[in-house]
């Protein structure tokens, strides 16, 4: 992971906007590129002085990124169909079983559940192919993917802005991200529960009606 980090802020670096917009085309796709380390680099790069990117910019690309992305995987869904999916999507970073649960939460939750599964992990990165199997509305899948997209990419933009302006040398070295890690243990610690309690929701969300009944009974 940490080489692939270090390859990704070089595109961050080199590419600026269109790296960001790649980035998170490639994790609103299959492919497991994680927002928590695009995002709030990209806005620690931003947040130096002279910089050419700005905070702000950064939201625009990231949320233009996941929008692309979102489609791409929307159109594919409605290109090869269900049984395609299930059968070769393993080879593709597609297994049944996670398919299988973007698609509940999308049965669940319909539209809303487009917008809320940006901030869920293992959800987000694939609502968009049960949206494309169930047809659902472009606009509103485009309404609700954006809008989502946009919430999520500017808390992750924050958080990097805040420790850039704070610790303007923490790419530097190690040693310098070090001791930014010391100095923003809170909101880190903080940060850390949030995407665990994410995650628990998303169990809990995607979770099959049996497994209460069968609970119950075990119980019993």
């Known amino acids: 992971m940490h080489e692939w980090l270090v390859i990704w802020m070089q595109w961050v670096a080199d590419l600026g906007y269109a790296g960001v917009v790649l980035l998170m085309a490639m994790e609103s796709s299959v492919l497991p590129v994680p927002s928590e380390i695009v995002v709030p680099p990209a806005a620690i790069l931003a947040a130096h002085p002279g910089a050419s990117m700005s905070c702000w910019g950064v939201v625009a690309a990231g949320t233009l990124g996941s929008y692309l992305g979102s489609c791409a995987m929307y159109a594919l869904a409605l290109w090869v169909g269900r049984p395609f999916i299930l059968r070769f999507g393993k080879w593709f970073f597609m297994p049944a079983h996670k398919v299988a649960k973007a698609e509940l939460f999308m049965q669940r939750y319909s539209a809303p559940g487009i917008f809320f599964s940006r901030f869920l992990p293992v959800v987000r990165h694939l609502i968009s ?7 659902v509305n472009f606009l509103t899948f485009s309404i609700a993917t954006i809008s989502g997209s946009a919430i999520w990419c500017a808390v992750l933009a924050w958080f990097g802005d805040k420790i850039g302006r704070e610790h303007p040398h923490i790419l530097g070295s190690p040693e310098n991200l070090m001791h930014a890690v010391k100095d923003e243990t809170g909101l880190i610690v903080a940060g850390v529960l949030l995407l665990a309690a994410l995650y628990g929701l ?3 969300l995607t979770r ?3 497994d209460d009944s069968q609970s119950r ?4």
């Open 129 to 135: 192919i049960p949206a494309g199997l169930a047809h």
């Open 202 to 204: 998303m169990r809990w």
């Open 217 to 220: 009974e075990s119980a019993d």
């Open 208 to 210: 099959e009606k049996g």
